[in-house]
Antibody
Framework: EMQLVESGGGLVQPGGSLRLSCAAS????????MSWVRQAPGKGLEWVAS????????YYVDSVKGRFTISRDNAKNSQFLQMNSLRDGDTAVYHC?????????WGRGTLVTVSS | DIVMTQSPDSLAVSLGERATINCKSS????????????LSWYQQKPGQPPKLLIY???TRESGVPDRFSGSGSGTDFTLTISSLQAEDVAVYYC?????????FGHGTKVEIK
């Protein structure tokens, strides 16, 4: 069964850091672009970042550029999102998703709460 | 950034009736080299992650019931549920992948009348 499982969320103070992980299984991970999409409580979907199969291309939404870094470890079938200088507006469920154009596989997400 | 505008915000449809959701992009998302529209539709039920329904504006994802269909080109797109079932209660999002940043519509909530 193809699956994406996120971890690493939690409560963090403004200005703090978190590293999210996404473990992939059931498909050839190193053949796919991967993405992070977030959803603030009660709100819609917002694309955050994407990375190409070998990790050489990375794209970000403007609001996280310079603060978030997407990466992957193909040997471990995992992708990551390093989040620094967190703000209240970053509070959301962060979904790991497979794809660059459209995303055909999603994880259930991990909740990041930025609050003092 | 390309702005995706969905309408209506919500709609209530009787079981077995047709539901129509509109999505308008602020610029054309027709990729000229392939003549394909860079638009996808997702369904999100409460407490679940989004599920891909449609890509390239009209191609149904494997396993998606054929009562779901997508149409449109350029800047105007439609998701149609031909005969609403109880399990179709959800929020539906359109998304463009013509350029970066990828952007979503704000969502349309579909309920049973």
């Amino acid at each position: 069964e193809m699956q994406l499982v996120e971890s690493g969320g939690g409560l963090v103070q403004p200005g703090g850091s978190l590293r999210l992980s996404c473990a992939a299984s059931g498909f050839n991970f190193n053949a796919f672009w991967m993405s992070w999409v977030r959803q603030a409580p009660g709100k819609g979907l917002e694309w955050v970042a994407s990375i190409n199969p070998d990790g050489s291309e990375k794209y970000y939404v403007d609001s996280v550029k310079g603060r978030f870094t997407i990466s992957r470890d193909n040997a471990k079938n995992s992708q990551f999102l390093q989040m620094n200088s967190l703000r209240d507006g970053d509070t959301a469920v962060y979904h790991c998703a497979r794809g660059w154009m459209y995303c055909g596989l999603w994880g259930r997400g991990t909740l990041v709460t930025v609050s003092s | 950034d390309i702005v995706m505008t969905q309408s209506p915000d919500s709609l209530a449809v009787s079981l077995g009736e047709r539901a129509t959701i509109n999505c308008k992009s602020s610029q054309s998302i027709l990729y000229s080299s392939t003549n394909k529209n860079c638009l996808s539709w997702y369904q999100q039920k409460p407490g679940q992650p989004p599920k891909l329904l449609i890509y390239w504006a009209s191609t149904r994802e494997s396993g998606v019931p054929d009562r779901f269909s997508g149409s449109g080109s350029g800047t105007d797109f439609t998701l149609t549920i031909s005969s609403l079932q109880a399990e179709d209660v959800a929020v539906y999002y359109c998304q463009q992948y013509y350029n970066v940043p990828r952007t979503f519509g704000h969502g349309t909530k579909v309920e049973i009348k």
